[in-house]
């Protein structure tokens, strides 16, 4: 995800994003520790999506 795809969205949307990301990243852990997952990557990347949207939520809830 883009950080201007992630600037665009609202505080409300920008909180179910993220909770979505950490479910999926959680059962993305699981299927790495369990030896299912090849791409390892993939855990990376949504790990630093859920990043970016921490940073603009903090952003957008201290100008609000």
């Known amino acids: 995800m883009k950080i201007k795809e992630i600037r665009d969205l609202g505080i409300n949307e ?15 852990r699981i299927r790495h520790a369990s030896g299912q997952l090849e791409p390892t990557a993939k855990l990376g990347h949504l790990r630093k999506d859920i990043a970016r949207i921490n940073t603009v939520l903090k952003e957008k809830e201290a100008a609000s």
């Open 14 to 28: 920008l909180k179910q994003k993220k909770t979505e990301l950490v479910e999926e990243l959680f059962k993305l």
